[in-house]
């Protein structure tokens, strides 16, 4: 029988580095969870030690087709999030975005369930108001490079809300500012797992612009505890709201510290600033301080740490040929359209 506190939870991009986390927090619950990925970013590693709990259930599918499943609630984080992966294939990204909202509020208004929309700080593009502040409509290319996952994320924002004013479905939006911690790809051109790798590896970190630039960083437990409380903060409040640390670090500062905390020799080198790339980003809090009660807690340096400990060891396991393929672990085929991995060459853009 059904416990009566348990819910049945689907997370699109359950394989990813938020949506691990999320699966492994919510089975901590007590709930049963539903992990939808196609691994196109993806990786079955972040989630093979979850295959063992009887609650958790692993699905390949690409979000972009119609899912017909029956549950409570809806995470949907479903959607490349880095420079390097989105901008591989800028159509797929779009689809994932704008197909993907529309097939999941599809299936949370069939079933009658909550949705939260994992939304981005990149709605905001390249912010002409500091901090941002949810009201602040963006300052975004439409036509430029990173277009598809910033319009794509605005787009689903729209469809979001008129899903709940058309239809009043229980919708929850989070724009979500700079996230790191443990099961970041290694290879997603973000700035945190770029440094950590070029530290580790000795070789000089690449920093684009002047190193002047500013991100916001929060750990990824905390990021977590933000995404709960909002799923379960009163049907009358539906955001967006932002998510993220508000305390802000420059490049070049982020830089020094990784070198430092890792105990690494190595330099700092200056490329161009790539196209479109924004040169503050952070996020005023005050509504999630205010409604939700939450604010990070982990601070910089110890988030690092875990971070590098991390990173560390998949360097050492990769060195002694004991990583771990993905396709050691098997998944249930659920869609013939599922999107492969592809892991181009696309520029790195690291101050995402």
Request: aromatic share 8%; with cysteine; charged share 20%.
């Amino acid at each position: 029988m059904k416990e009566t506190h348990s819910k049945r939870i689907l997370v699109t991009g359950g394989a990813g580095f938020l949506g691990s986390h999320l699966c492994e927090h919510l089975l901590a619950q007590g709930h049963d969870v539903l992990c939808v990925d196609n691994f196109y970013t993806g990786s079955k590693r972040n989630i093979a030690h979850l295959l063992r709990n009887t609650r958790f259930e692993l699905l390949r599918h690409d979000v972009t087709f119609p899912l017909y499943v029956e549950v409570d609630e809806i995470y949907n984080l479903a959607c490349p999030a880095s420079p390097v992966h989105y901008q591989n294939d800028p159509v797929q990204t779009t689809k994932t975005s704008v197909h993907g909202a529309i097939n999941m509020l599809g299936l949370a208004k069939r079933v009658k369930a909550r949705i939260l929309q994992a939304s981005t700080s990149e709605v905001y593009g390249d912010p002409q108001v500091h901090p941002q502040t949810e009201d602040y409509w963006g300052h975004v290319n439409p036509i430029g490079i990173r277009s598809c996952y910033d319009e794509g994320k605005r787009c689903a924002e729209t469809l979001f809300m008129d899903y709940r004013r058309q239809h009043r479905l229980e919708v929850k939006i989070a724009r979500i500012f700079n996230t790191y911690g443990p099961r970041m790809h290694p290879n997603d051109g973000r700035v945190v797992s770029n440094f950590i790798i070029q530290a580790l590896a000795g070789e000089p970190l690449t920093i684009y612009g002047d190193g002047s630039q500013t991100r916001s960083f929060c750990y990824v437990d905390d990021m977590i505890g933000a995404f709960d409380r909002l799923m379960n903060s009163p049907a009358g409040f539906c955001g967006p709201v932002n998510l993220g640390n508000p305390v802000e670090h420059t490049m070049l500062e982020l830089a020094e510290r990784i070198i430092a905390l890792s105990g690494s020799q190595s330099t700092i080198v200056f490329k161009p600033l790539p196209s479109d790339d924004p040169v503050r980003r952070r996020p005023d809090i005050t509504q999630a301080r205010t409604v939700l009660q939450w604010e990070p807690k982990v601070s910089l340096s110890e988030g690092l740490d875990r971070t590098i400990a991390y990173f560390r060891q998949l360097t050492e396991a990769a060195g002694q040929g004991g990583q771990a393929s993905d396709d050691a672990v098997p998944v249930q085929e659920h869609s013939l359209h599922a999107h492969s991995a592809v892991h181009g060459a696309a520029m790195a853009q690291p101050t995402r």
